[in-house]
Structures are given as C-alpha cells and as structure tokens.
C-alpha cells in the first residue's frame, strides 16, 4: 500500500507500491491512475483505501492530468468541478492541502519547505526533464516564499539508469540538457537515469536535504512499470504539511 512515508517538520511524503487495492489484472491492486483503462470505480476505490491509510481526506487530494510538459499550476483548493489543468507541477501554500503525482517509471518528485509551508509535487520523465518541470516548480515554489536551502526534496520508485535503454541520439539529446542523466544499461547500450539529472537539476538551485527512493520500478514486482508490461497501473507520491 504505502511504501514509503516520511516526515520532515510537519512535511509529509509518501510514496505508494501496487498492493493493497481492489483493481483486477492487469492494474492488480492499487491502481490509482484514472486514464489507464481501469474501471472509475476500482480507482476511485483505491485512492480513497490510500488517502485512509495516509490520514488524508481524499476531497483533499490534488491530481494532475499529466502531459509530459513543463507547466505548473499553483493551486489553493481541490480542483471541485473545474476541469483538471494539463500540467505536470502543482505547487500549493495552503497547509493541508496534498498533492499528488501518478508515475509507472516516470520520476515522482515531492518539494516541501515546511517553513514558508509550500509544496510540490511533479511528474518528471525524460521529456519533463528535458524541459525543466523541477525547476520550473521550484520557481513556482520561491514565488510563493519557499527558499531552496530550506526546500525538502524526496524523489520515488522510478525506471533506473541501468535499465531505461534509449537510442544513442537521445541518450545524447538529454545529456546535453543534463550531462548527470547520461547512462548505460547493464547490458551496455545507451541508458538515461532521470531521476540522476532531477537530482542535478535541484542541486543547482540550492536544493541539498534531497534523497531518492532505492527502487525501481521495472526492476520491482510491488510496483508498476509501464516499459515492462505497457497496460499496466500507475503508482502516487504524496506531499502535504501539516
Ligand atoms: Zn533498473
């Protein structure tokens, strides 16, 4: 269900494996995805069974409809009836108030500064990393308050730099982004370890109290991974302050 929670001065982070659900194959158990062709009622299930296990109401839990861009929404309240924005950053300064991130190999990655008591959470693949979502949040983040130094960054479960085999031509388009993201599988051929370059993409900015998941997903048969079986689940990092 959860498989990682921690807490840093009233910031919260969490981070779910695929156990634990009510979805059937092939989403077994804990899909909590809403565009991956599950039936509505089995994730909604299922995000409800997570928001309980995590203490949180799930009215009080902000989704995102993902799009692989570089957009950040800055948001105060649940989204209620308004259309869910395309972006891949929700930052927030209202305590309480949890935002989610749904990944299957992608790199979730939760922001907190519990001082100035502003949150994100981001969507981070090789696009996003590309394109600079992290650091576009954390600008997102500073203009509501929070100051890097003080940032808390957790990244979760994600595809790992020895198996995320890519072409040489991309491997060399996203190194030339981010020289950290330039890796090689275990087999030898071109890799990109993108929870590496979101590492030295925050580390930049100032960002140094970080750390990352030991997971990764296609290698782990508690988690989703979308470059494994394709039709598949999505996993959900969490972030709110208390
Ligand atoms: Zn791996």
Redesign the pocket.
């Known amino acids: 269900m959860i498989g990682q929670h921690e807490s840093v001065s009233g910031a919260h982070f969490a981070f779910t494996d695929r156990w634990g659900g009510v979805s059937a194959a092939p989403y077994e158990e804990l899909n909590l995805g809403g565009a991956v062709g599950d039936a509505p009622e089995a994730v909604r299930g299922n995000r409800e069974l997570a928001a309980e296990s995590l203490g949180l109401d799930p009215a009080r839990v902000v989704w995102m409809n993902q799009v692989h861009g570089a957009d950040v929404a800055v948001v105060d309240e649940p989204w209620g009836d308004r259309p869910v924005p395309e972006v891949d950053a929700i930052v927030t300064a209202r305590r309480g108030l949890a935002l989610a991130v749904l990944t299957a190999d992608c790199v979730p990655v939760l922001l907190a500064d519990p001082v100035a008591g502003v949150a994100a959470a981001v969507h981070a693949g090789r696009p996003g990393l590309v394109q600079g979502v992290v650091p576009a949040a954390v600008r997102a983040m500073t203009e509501l308050g929070a100051e890097p130094a003080r940032i808390v960054a957790r990244t979760g479960p994600a595809?790992?730099?020895?198996?995320?085999e890519v072409p040489e031509a991309m491997r060399a388009e996203v190194a030339a982004v981010e020289p950290a993201a330039h890796a090689e599988t275990?087999w030898g051929t071109p890799a990109v370890d993108v929870s590496a370059g979101v590492h030295a993409q925050l580390d930049r900015l100032g960002v140094c109290d970080r750390a990352q998941a030991p997971v990764?997903?296609?290698?782990s048969d508690d988690h989703f991974s979308y470059r494994r079986d394709r039709t598949t689940g999505r996993l959900a990092g969490y972030v709110w302050l208390d």
């Open positions: 595809v790992c730099g020895r198996c995320y275990s990764c997903t296609l290698e």
